[in-house]
């Protein structure tokens, strides 16, 4: 499981998921300023970071930018998005303070926000800082809580060695 947010450009009066789920129905591919664009983004956000690493599909419609250790930026030509594992040990602000340097990047670019779909609402690393950090604390407790139960309900399997004896 991870935590997911998402850049775009809101719709008056459109649910900002809806609008991510109406544009991901559009399988036309990006026009080449769109991709040009995305590299431009990756360039100017991997200058930043430069121990990130970035993937390219063979298309070019779609780039994918990784900190080495938990987060994933991806482009593509209606979005971007920030993935990253609900794991105890992860350090939150840094986390944060990599999401808004690169969604400043990103936003200079497109004029997308940043979107919490956790918290429901539009996102500024800085302001929201504590309701980040309750919403993925929530989120930790709950990936914990259903490992535990897991464990709880399936013991381990002993190795298959031992089930042919």
Do not use: C
Not at 70 to 99: C, K, M, N
Request: glycine share 6%.
């Amino acid at each position: 499981m991870s935590y997911d947010l998402y850049m775009l450009a809101p719709v008056e009066g459109e649910d900002p998921l809806e609008t991510l789920e109406r544009l991901a129905e559009d399988e036309s591919p990006p026009p080449p300023e769109v991709l040009a664009r995305n590299r431009q983004i990756a360039d100017a956000v991997l200058a930043a970071h430069p121990a990130w690493t970035k993937t390219e599909s063979e298309t070019g419609d779609w780039i994918e930018l990784d900190d080495g250790e938990a987060l994933q930026v991806g482009l593509s030509e209606h979005e971007a998005s920030f993935s990253f594992p609900y794991w105890d040990s992860l350090d939150t602000d840094r986390i944060l303070d990599d999401i808004g340097s690169a969604a400043e990047v990103i936003s200079g670019e497109t004029g997308w926000r940043l979107y919490d779909p956790q918290i429901e609402q539009f996102l500024d690393p800085a302001r929201d800082r504590a309701a980040f950090k309750k919403a993925f604390g929530a989120g930790t407790d709950a990936v914990n809580r259903i490992e535990q139960e897991h464990a709880e309900v399936e013991p381990p399997r002993p190795p298959w060695w031992k089930r042919l004896l």
